[in-house]
């Protein structure tokens, strides 16, 4: 597609559960990112691919998150046993290697109830 | 994390009014960027700035990466009703490949 895909748009799990949450980025784009956007906050970085190279796992919030990303292109991310906290909309980016205007996906809203 | 401080938080003006917000940071950036978020949607990059004293414009928009490198701003001129929504700058710090965000500027515009 012409644009970053993410499934699902919407996720409603209850507390305890693992949510996997999956990005398309664009073809040719060899930069991949995840934020993650609370209620009336900014974008917090959480994982940043670059290629082949090892993943910048700074942003991660705990060791509950974990995101993997196969054959240089699709990813997804996991949180295991949700926390309400986890509540957010979680969002994918993806970009050309050294192009700093990432184009966004529309997020996945999670909910842990 | 290092948060960019965006002000103001909300705007509420008229249709035809211009609008000014701006960012700052206490680190020295290497590239500034606009983007706009409308409900449902991820953010939509606006426009990118590279160099200190950097002016770009993109239609009615225009900003503009201050000469300290710690701050930029965003002017909106003529608006419209279509211009409603959450405007983030975002920052990128010289050796990183992440950007920081600020925590937006809600703009609504009456018609």
């Known amino acids: 597609g012409a644009g970053v895909s993410q499934s699902p748009s919407n996720k409603v799990t209850e507390k305890g559960k693992d949510v996997e949450l999956r990005c398309d980025p664009i073809s040719g784009h060899t930069a991949l990112y995840w934020y993650r956007q609370s209620l009336g906050q900014g974008l917090e970085f959480l994982i940043y691919f670059q290629g082949n190279s090892a993943p910048d796992k700074s942003g991660l919030p705990s060791d509950r998150f974990s995101a993997e990303r196969t054959g240089g292109s699709v990813s997804t991310l996991t949180i295991q046993r949700t926390q309400q906290e986890d509540s957010a909309v979680y969002l994918c980016a993806s970009s050309p290697s050294g192009v700093y205007g990432y184009t966004f996906g529309s997020g996945t809203r999670l909910t842990v109830v | 994390g290092q948060q960019l401080n965006q002000s103001p938080q909300s705007m509420f003006i008229q249709e035809g009014e211009d609008v000014s917000m701006n960012c700052t940071s206490s680190?020295?950036?290497?590239?500034w960027l606009w983007y706009k978020q409308e409900p449902g949607e991820g953010p939509v990059l606006l426009i990118a700035?590279?160099?200190?004293?950097e002016l770009t414009s993109n239609g009615r928009l225009t900003a503009q990466f201050g000469i300290t490198r710690k701050d930029s701003f965003l002017n909106i001129s003529a608006s419209i009703p279509s211009d409603v929504g959450i405007y983030f700058c975002?920052?990128?710090?010289?050796?990183?490949?992440?950007?920081?965000f600020g925590k937006g500027t809600k703009l609504t515009v009456n018609p």
């Open positions: 975002a920052g990128r710090e010289g050796g990183s490949e992440k950007l920081v």
């Open positions: 680190s020295i950036f290497n590239t």
């Open positions: 700035l590279y160099k200190a004293g």
